[in-house]
């Protein structure tokens, strides 16, 4: 623990801090009414309760279409209870194949646009940035006001394609053509699902240039970027992720949408027209360029508020701090090269094949150097297992085993084998939707004291824990082992096939498991809504943790900091030998006479 | 609004957190376009011939001239908004109409190509992919040229009261590249759709 105190930047203590610097971040009063205030709110803090609110809503929707899903496959023509008579009369209740289509399609698309990305990015984004960097508010406030209000036109355009003649978009949540062409889905629904994932990605791109901007140019003084709490980090770096790659999807879905409503070829082939066809494939190209960056731009932000929770929980230092930004960083730049291993199967060149399967591999490197990290954390720490330290361990369990799952699908000879099958369902899902949805709980139990001023109830959330982390890795443990067995994704009756006959069982006890699932989370829901309206009331830091957001009350004033603060030392200042009486430092704390 | 926003002017610190702002917003559009020129390499090397099926080559002429518009209305915007310019009154004030006179004579150029075409039949429908690229590419550009016009719209005003004198406005100058830039685009555009 002795180096603990070399943390401090040397040349802090001679830092000057010029008028300038306040001048730009001017204490705006308070806005009254109600619009102002809850709606049109320019503040980083209100936006990022409108993204939580907005997020959880469709994280609700996604969850519930994924338990008729999983009803369909484990009780097929049977009705689904209560909802299926509402919204299939004609068919005693019975999900009919088109929509299950729809379903599985809309799931996706909700679950990773419209839930993921506002919790996590949106809401804790928003939150975080500012607060943990010493900021009064993001550097462009009606830029986050604007990202706000087209993602809710964004999310509109997908809940209206629902109610459309012939329903919401249905060729899977990637809308490969030709399924998402005018041959494959003539109906509104997919020209709906293309204007929404187009604005809720314009959405995401000026949220992204802000969060750059914001802590390329907003940081207290002090704060370097290795004095950065790794929250901010993994946020930063999605940030960039999603500047750079989201307009790569919007080109694709451009063409799309160009193809679907002005007649054009760009991905239509063969008997479909007569002259110069177009290429599909090139599609999976635009989409996967974008789409494997997305896949870190989902969980960069849990792997960065995981890596602070484990460090904040063991009361210890986070171990290799340096090591764990860089090799997030690493990864950022890996993952712009590595798309080819989502196509392996689509043809192309061996030689590209096994390019990409070889820089698909490099990622275990740095991928092992954090998670290793995350274990030296811990290591020997004094863990205190509150709520939000369950979470972070629940996120390291079932990364490692979606870390792991990845290894057999970045390989072509055994993806070849399982591509489109369940298996594949069970990695992506263990990485993107498990660890990151386990890191929104952790992040919501751990910031709601600073969001809303209330204390979130510990027994409920440990409840909900255990009740979340048990099924989820059945769930989704139960599909990798389906998908070895052979049995292909998207399947709206796999009973129909002989050789998947015997997976009943497995299929059974997985849908089991994510009903319980989908039911443990009314403990979050009424946890959530109990504590904000009589929880206990939070002090300024009930965590006893150092980074800067912590300094200031919970739920902070309007502007956050009376004074921007000067910041002394990094973001994990446990067990520090020069303080007595408290195991943790603030980052803007000097210890005993040090000057300021 | 606030009474603490109305004593300061823009300091060079907001000043610099725009430009870092703009580069960023500039690199995503960059993005964005790379993406469409990539899709068109991707389809034009997957095709036998180009042009494809026959279709007559598209008109050099007419683009290259507005070529010439949109890189001298760089220029001019160029020279208005320089650090130098703040001492002439009016200068900005005529560099943005002349720019915008410019842009405006573009954009009546690119209908003067698009409009021939249709009519001969040469549609976004019934010529494949090299139809899909020309008019996709084109006129996707063209609404860039419309914001950036619009964007430059918004600044004569102030321009005619004097507002940006200092020529330190980050304003002026995020609108000056977000038009340099669409012009750059177009250049790349040019080459590759017409040229080669």
């Known amino acids: 623990m002795g180096n603990a105190a070399m943390t401090v930047p040397a040349t802090v203590r001679h830092l000057h801090v010029g008028p300038d610097f306040h001048a730009e971040q001017h204490i705006h009063p308070e806005p009254t009414s109600f619009l102002a205030k809850y709606i049109f709110s320019f503040d980083h803090k209100v936006i990022a ?12 929707m996604g969850g519930v279409m994924a338990m008729m899903i999983r009803w369909q496959i484990a009780y097929p023509g049977t009705a689904f209870p209560v909802l299926g008579q509402l919204m299939w009369p004609q068919s005693g209740g019975v999900m009919p194949p088109q929509s299950y289509a729809a379903f599985f399609t809309m799931h996706g698309t909700l679950m990773i646009f419209f839930a993921i990305t506002p919790i996590l990015i949106g809401a804790f984004g928003n939150l975080l940035i500012p607060l943990m960097i ?3 508010d993001m550097a462009f406030p009606t830029l986050n006001l604007l990202s706000f209000w087209t993602n809710v036109l964004a999310g509109l355009c997908m809940v209206v394609s ?22 494959g889905s003539p109906g509104h629904g997919q020209t709906l699902w293309v204007l929404g994932v187009f604005l809720t990605g314009s959405a995401s791109i000026m949220g992204a240039v802000n969060y750059i901007t914001t802590v390329v140019r907003l940081r207290a003084p002090g704060m370097g970027y290795f004095q950065m709490p790794l929250s901010v980090w993994g946020i930063w770096l999605t940030a960039i992720l999603n500047a750079l790659f989201v307009p790569v999807l919007a080109a694709g879905v451009l063409l799309l949408f160009l193809d679907r409503v002005f007649g054009s070829h760009f991905f239509l082939a063969g008997a479909a027209i007569t ?16 789409g494997h960056p997305e896949v870190y731009i989902l969980i960069l932000p849990a792997w960065g508020i995981v890596s602070d929770l484990l460090s904040f929980f063991s009361r210890k230092p986070a171990f290799g701090y340096k090591a764990t930004a860089l090799s997030m960083s690493v990864i950022c730049l890996l993952s712009m090269v590595v798309y080819g291993h989502h196509m392996f199967v689509v043809g192309m060149s061996p030689l590209l094949s096994q390019g990409f399967m070889t820089l698909t591999m490099l990622i275990s490197i740095p991928s092992a150097v954090f998670f290793l990290n995350w274990l030296g954390t811990m290591w020997r720490g004094s863990i205190r297992f509150a709520t939000p ?48 949805l386990l890191g929104a709980f952790a992040a919501i139990y751990f910031w709601f004291p600073k969001m809303f001023g209330k204390m979130m109830n510990e027994t409920l959330g440990k409840w909900h824990f255990w009740l979340t982390i048990v099924p989820i890795t059945v769930v989704f443990c139960g599909m ?41 989370q ?13 929880g206990k009331k939070a002090t300024e830091n009930p965590w006893e943790v150092g980074t800067l957001e912590w300094t200031i009350p919970s739920p902070p004033p309007h502007h956050n900091y009376d004074e921007i603060p000067v910041v002394l030392h990094g973001p994990h200042e446990f067990n520090n030998p020069a303080v007595t009486g408290k195991d943790w430092l603030a980052q803007d704390e000097p210890i005993g006479d040090e000057p300021r | 609004m606030s009474v603490a926003a109305a004593g300061f002017p823009a300091t060079e610190e907001s000043r610099r957190t725009s430009f870092v702002g703009m580069v960023m917003a500039l690199a995503s559009w960059t993005m964005l376009f790379v993406a469409l020129f990539f899709s068109y390499a991707v389809l034009r090397l997957n095709a036998a011939t180009w042009p494809p099926d026959g279709l007559a080559p598209l008109p050099k002429a007419l683009p290259l001239l507005n070529t010439l518009v949109l890189l001298l209305s760089s220029c001019v915007l160029h020279r208005g908004t320089r650090p130098d310019a703040e001492e002439k009154p009016g200068a900005l004030r005529r560099a943005l109409l002349f720019t915008m006179l410019l842009g405006g004579l573009f ?29 996709g590419l084109t006129v996707f550009h063209a609404l860039h040229v419309l914001a950036g016009l619009l964007a430059l719209a918004v600044l004569l005003p102030g321009a005619s009261a004097g507002r940006y004198a200092s020529g330190r406005s980050s304003a002026v100058r995020s609108s000056a590249m977000f038009w340099h830039f669409v012009d750059v685009v177009w250049v790349v555009m040019f080459v590759a759709v017409y040229l080669v």
Do not use: C, E
């Open chain 1, 49 to 60: 309760k409108q993204f939580l609110w907005y997020g959880l809503f469709f994280l609700a």
């Open chain 2, 107 to 135: 954009l009546a150029l690119q209908l003067a190509v698009w409009i021939p075409l249709w009519q001969h039949g040469f549609r976004i429908d019934n010529t494949g992919t090299y139809g899909s690229i020309f008019y």
């Open chain 1, 480 to 520: 990798l082992v389906v998908g070895y067995a052979g049995m292909q994704r998207r399947l709206y009756n796999y009973q129909a096939y002989d050789f998947l006959k015997h997976l009943h069982p497995i299929n059974v006890w997985v849908t089991r498991a994510a009903l319980l699932l989908g039911a443990s």
């Open chain 1, 389 to 436: 330290m369950l979470f972070s361990v629940g996120v390291v369990f079932v990364f490692g085993l979606g870390g792991l799952t990845g290894l057999h699908l970045g390989a072509i000879s055994s993806d070849i084998y399982l591509h489109d099958s369940y298996f594949v369902i069970g990695h992506f899902h263990l990485t993107m939707a498990a660890s990151v």
């Open chain 1, 275 to 290: 002259k110069g066809g177009g290429d599909p494939v090139l599609y999976q190209h635009l989409f996967w360029i974008f």
């Open chain 1, 522 to 534: 009314f403990l979050f829901v009424a946890n959530f809504l109990s504590s904000m309206i009589s």
């Open chain 1, 162 to 183: 629902f109610f459309v003649p012939m329903g919401a978009a249905a060729g899977g949540w990637q809308s490969y053509p030709t399924l998402s062409t005018l041959v």
């Open chain 1, 134 to 136: 010493g900021a009064r």
